[in-house]
């Protein structure tokens, strides 16, 4: 074991990885020398230190490796502490970046409100009328209602259509009104 029970969480440190491949013995030190540091970085990061033993368990077999496919032989211990460290912190901010995709939204209750949006409601309700009443506005009003959808004002739309911006407007909402008319007669009709 790598830590004192009253002192945080324990992981196995062991000889060898799982297919049996020795683990150099100055990672496994090193690994002992930055415990302490990994979990308070594990705590800071995803608020509690539980993933920490898996972390660096997954950093030794893998700088420890790394070294062998080296062939460092000699140990340099400040460079294999920096080195486990580094590694360490790699998968933390992987793992960190993967439970940051995962987010907890609340209860069933909560769910459903954000899923019944009056504001979504509305929107989706006034683009069906706008589609039902397109179809009876002048051609004129039509070219007007899709400029207006490009946010340009009544002066650039008088001139565009080379009228003034006042009869352009006042032609559009009568149009529009002429138009709303007609739709609420056919509906009553049925």
Same mark, same amino acid.
């Given at each position: 074991?790598?830590?004192?029970?009253?002192?945080?969480?324990?992981?196995?440190?062991?000889?060898?990885?799982?297919?049996?491949?020795?683990?150099?013995?100055?990672?496994?030190?090193?690994?002992?020398?930055?415990?302490?540091?990994?979990?308070?970085?594990?705590?800071?990061?995803?608020?509690?230190?539980?993933?920490?033993?898996?972390?660096?368990?997954?950093?030794?077999?893998?700088?420890?490796?790394?070294?062998?496919?080296?062939?460092?032989?000699?140990?340099?211990?400040?460079?294999?502490?920096?080195?486990?460290?580094?590694?360490?912190?790699?998968?933390?901010?992987?793992?960190?970046?993967?439970?940051?995709?995962?987010?907890?939204?609340?209860?069933?209750?909560?769910?459903?409100? =954000?899923?019944?949006?009056?504001?979504?409601?509305?929107?989706?309700?006034?683009?069906?009328?706008?589609?039902?009443?397109?179809?009876?506005?002048?051609?004129?009003?039509?070219?007007?209602?899709?400029?207006?959808?490009?946010?340009?004002?009544?002066?650039?739309?008088?001139?565009?259509?080379?009228?003034?911006?006042?009869?352009?407007?006042?032609?559009?909402?009568?149009?529009?009104?002429?138009?709303?008319?007609?739709?609420? =007669?056919?509906?009553?009709?049925?």
């Amino acid at each position: 074991m790598a830590t004192d029970p009253g002192k945080g969480p324990l992981w196995w440190d062991r000889d060898a990885d799982d297919s049996g491949v020795p683990i150099r013995t100055d990672v496994r030190e090193a690994a002992h020398a930055i415990w302490r540091d990994a979990c308070h970085r594990t705590r800071v990061i995803l608020g509690d230190e539980s993933a920490a033993p898996e972390l660096i368990e997954a950093a030794v077999h893998h700088i420890s490796g790394h070294l062998n496919r080296r062939g460092e032989a000699v140990p340099a211990s400040a460079n294999v502490a920096s080195l486990l460290m580094l590694h360490f912190c790699q998968e933390l901010r992987r793992l960190a970046g993967r439970l940051a995709r995962i987010r907890s939204v609340g209860t069933t209750a909560d769910i459903e409100e =954000r899923a019944v949006s009056p504001i979504w409601i509305e929107e989706v309700e006034r683009w069906i009328d706008i589609e039902r009443l397109l179809p009876h506005l002048s051609e004129r009003s039509c070219r007007i209602f899709r400029l207006r959808l490009l946010d340009h004002n009544w002066k650039q739309i008088g001139k565009l259509l080379g009228i003034a911006p006042s009869t352009a407007r006042n032609a559009f909402w009568e149009d529009l009104r002429q138009a709303q008319a007609k739709l609420e =007669r056919k509906n009553h009709s049925r």
